[in-house]
């Protein structure tokens, strides 16, 4: 197998629903490409309820803010 055949796993964003104020919660993702991600398996804690779940293909959007940039997951893919 070449380099080409790596995967590539990244930190996106994925917004928790039922909160207050905006909340996000940084997840391990596959990058598909085109702005596109793969969230990996992983443990989503019981109390938590995601927009994105593990196993979804996400398109995603860059975000700045005061702390850093960020990738948003915006939209299923």
């Not at 969230?39 to 994105?52: D, G, K, S, Y």
Request: negative net charge; contains cysteine; aromatic residues 10%.
């Amino acid at each position: 197998m070449g380099s080409s055949d790596q995967v590539e796993v990244v930190t996106i964003h994925v917004r928790l629903l039922d909160e207050l104020i905006p909340v996000w919660r940084p997840v391990k993702a596959e990058a598909l490409g085109n702005e596109c991600f793969v969230i990996l398996a992983q443990e989503v804690p019981e109390f938590e309820e995601w927009e994105f779940t593990p196993g979804e293909t996400v398109t995603v959007e860059a975000y700045m803010d005061r702390t850093g940039d960020y990738l948003k997951a915006i939209a299923r893919s």
